[in-house]
């Protein structure tokens, strides 16, 4: 499997884990330091696993972290990022995320 990007899942603050982008869809898994320390997933459809999760699309909670309407259209025109892509979407616009989730394209 080979990975295009990656993105580093970020919650309260504290490295989560790892999203990927790959040949194959997506794949995250939580880092085992997180595992071994917190007790808060980062999500109720990603509950805590040492066992990484895969999917061909985009997984439904980060995609609904992208923004809509008036501040995705600002986001795709300021960063000239297709709205298909939803993976660089995340990318640029999760970066400061309402909520407690935030995504970095660099680890902290």
């Known amino acids: 499997m080979n990975t295009f990007r990656k993105a580093f899942v970020y919650v309260r603050d504290r490295y989560a884990g790892l999203l990927e982008e790959t040949d194959e869809g997506y ?22 696993t040492e066992k990484a999760y895969l999917s061909t ?8 972290l992208i923004p809509e309407g008036w501040l995705l259209e600002a ?5 000239k990022i297709d709205r298909q892509d939803r993976f660089g979407l995340l990318l640029i616009a999760c970066k400061d995320a309402i909520g407690n989730v935030v995504i970095r394209e660099e680890r902290l």
Request: glycine share 2%; charged share 15%; aromatic share 20%.
């Open 27 to 48: 794949r995250f898994q939580y880092d085992p330091d997180y595992l071994a320390h917190e007790s808060s997933a980062v999500s109720l459809t990603l509950p805590l």
């Open 57 to 64: 699309t985009l997984f439904p909670f980060f995609d609904g």
């Open 75 to 79: 986001v795709m025109h300021n960063w």
